[in-house]
């Protein structure tokens, strides 16, 4: 099946890039977001700056968390329907709302620091299992999602396929858990 004939001219923008080079250069941008994330929340000191908007950062998160899942779903129904076209518009837009989420996030967790969570009871594991698994997965969705762009983008659809089958289960965990530990946060911090 020769899917090149359906799908726009812009599906196959990295073609003939080096696929060795990209996962290289891929695997160092996600390793050092890693690093630059985990320094940020756990020991860097919050700014000492405070403004009324930082606190509202938060409700952004999980409103671009919340778009990035709804992106993902549609997303995937297009790609069942075999619209390329229509299933690569929305995908790249769950990139862009969780790029925004990320430099977001970033900005959130400069001011504030590390978010306490003050429920107990019965509450608390079920939080941090939620929490704990958000986060361990959170460190394979970018580079699973930049890898997937780049396949698709490239015009290697057979691997974009294998990478996405993983890549769209992860995103949409961790984004939908996003939503639910800002969402935790509030109704127990």
Known sequence: MNQDLKLPETA?????????????????????????????????????????WIKNLSALNASLNSLSALFLLLGFREI?????SRHMNFMLS???????FLVS???????VGDS??????????????ILISHIVLS????????ASFYFSLSGKFSTHRKV?????????YVSVTGVLVFLMLKWFG
């Open 164 to 172: 996405a089958r993983w890549a769209f289960p992860i995103w949409m």
């Open 94 to 100: 769950a990139f862009i709302t969780s790029s925004l």
């Open 116 to 129: 306490k969570f003050m429920g107990e009871g019965f509450v608390r594991p079920i939080y941090f299992f």
């Open 12 to 52: 196959k923008i990295l073609q003939g890039t080096d696929t060795k080079k990209a996962i290289t250069v891929i695997s160092i941008l996600s390793v050092i977001a890693v690093l630059i994330l985990f320094w940020l929340i756990y020991f860097k000191p919050p700014a000492s700056a405070e403004y009324m």
């Open 80 to 84: 069942k329907k075999k619209n390329y």
């Open 105 to 111: 996030y970033i900005v959130y967790h400069h001011f």
């Open 139 to 146: 460190v394979f969705v970018v580079p699973l999602a930049l």
